[in-house]
Structures are given as C-alpha cells and as structure tokens.
C-alpha cells in the first residue's frame, strides 16, 4: 500500500519538528507489526483519495531575554587580560588622577598590589568610572 504525506512549513526547524512529531505517532514496534501482508484492495476510481490534514502549528516560542552577565568571579578574572588591561584602558580615557583614586579607595598605589579577592570590585570601580 502506497502512503502519501504533505507536509509544510515556514521554516527548517518547524519542518523537523513536524516530522518529528508524525514519526513518534507511526511508531510500529517489532510485536505490533502485522505479520502477513492483507490483499491489496482495489480502489474505487470514483472516490478520491482523501485530504491529507496537517497537524496545527506548534505556537512559536516566546522570546526570552538573556540573562544579565554577572561580574566575573575573582577566582576567574585573570589579572593581565582583565584587571590590568581595564586599568590602562581607564587610564588613557580618564587619566591618571581619577585611577589613583580609585586605587587609592582600595589603599593601593598599583593594581597589582591589590589581593586578588578584591579584583572584581576594582573591575566595578573602574567600569563605573
């Protein structure tokens, strides 16, 4: 027996999806198919076939914001590409004066200087600047 399926979509993702979901529903397993293949019946040439129906769309899903990044931990800032390099690019955009300040909040005259724990406040700090 011949099978004919339609099935349209506006987009490769819906398209398996659909797919999908008439696959789980055409599941045969091993002790279910039919052993004996039944005659082939003739088909009356006056009926036609009938309409394939297409399952309703899945709903498109629901845009989701990301997530807000949250300030890297001080276990994985690494000093050189982080600290120091937010350092010399506050530097060169607000100058000395206002890096010292900062730095001095913290009671260091040099970044490196500051214990690592405390990285990711001076990170903040100089964002903030």
Do not use: C, H, N
């Not at 807000?68 to 120091?84: H, M, N, Y």
């Amino acid at each position: 027996m011949a099978y004919k399926i339609e099935v349209t979509a506006d987009s490769l993702s819906e398209l398996a999806g659909k797919v999908l979901a008439l696959a789980a529903q055409f599941q045969v397993t091993q002790a279910e198919a039919p052993v004996a293949k039944a005659p082939a019946r003739k088909a009356k040439a006056a009926e036609p076939a009938p309409e394939p129906v297409a399952p309703e769309p899945d709903p498109e899903p629901e845009a989701v914001a990301p997530e807000p990044t949250p300030e890297p931990e001080a276990a994985t800032l690494d000093f050189d590409k982080d600290v120091a390099a937010l350092v010399l690019e506050t530097l060169a955009v607000k100058g000395r004066d206002v890096v010292s300040g900062i730095l001095s909040q913290f009671g260091v005259a040099k970044a490196s200087q500051l214990d690592e724990k405390l990285w990711p406040e001076l990170v903040a700090a100089l964002k903030d600047a």
